[in-house]
């Protein structure tokens, strides 16, 4: 097995361990999310998709600042998840930021050669913003996620990719059942 093949298997097992600890609401799942971000960042830089790469860097410092955020916000009884409701404000500023960031990502992506240009910046956009709902704990980052992550199941197959398609068909279907997990168990804090 080379190197690259290497890091997309240990990629594949921290983000099973992440997706599981993400759907618990457990702290040490933004630890795991670094590991996996930066095997990730790695895998997306040999392959040239330069979003997806600066995504999962951006993905490694989120984990730091969710670590922080969770561990302030949590006040939730044992067993429970704590959840926020996303305002207006935040779904504008999110949509907004999903059609402009993508238009403003792809151009430059198309200039460095990136393979899939619209569709890596689309998802990079919405996984950025998926992660942020995901640190303010708003139940609906799931439904970001099954989106962002079934898109990202296409750009990874058509790549050549295939531990990372399995890991974000893995990721897909987690995101569905963290969606009715989180509002079956959760409380608004």
């Not at 361990?17 to 930066?38: P, S």
């Not at 561990?71 to 044992?78: F, I, N, T, W």
């Not at 996984?127 to 709902?133: D, F």
């Amino acid at each position: 097995m080379d190197l690259l093949a290497a890091i997309e298997v240990f990629a594949f097992v921290t983000g099973i361990a992440y997706v599981v600890l993400e759907i618990l609401q457990k702290n040490a799942m933004w630890v795991v999310g670094i590991l996996t971000g930066a095997a990730c960042a790695y895998s997306f830089a040999v392959q040239h998709l330069y979003a997806s790469m600066g995504l999962n860097i951006y993905y490694v410092f989120m984990s730091v600042w969710g670590l922080v955020q969770w561990r302030r916000d949590s006040q939730a009884s044992e067993g429970q998840i704590h959840l926020s409701q996303p305002s207006r404000k935040v779904l504008w500023f999110s949509l907004l930021a999903l059609i402009g960031g993508t238009a403003l990502l792809a151009g430059p992506l198309q200039v460095l050669g990136d393979r899939m240009s619209w569709l890596d910046a689309l998802v990079t956009v919405l996984s950025a913003v998926g992660t942020w709902w995901l640190a303010r704990s708003y139940p609906q980052q799931w439904l970001v996620w099954i989106v962002a992550d079934t898109l990202s199941t296409v750009l990874c197959l058509s790549n050549g990719m295939y531990w990372m398609s399995v890991l974000y068909v893995v990721y897909t279907a987690s995101a569905v059942y963290g969606y009715h997990h989180w509002k079956k168990n959760g409380i608004i804090v």
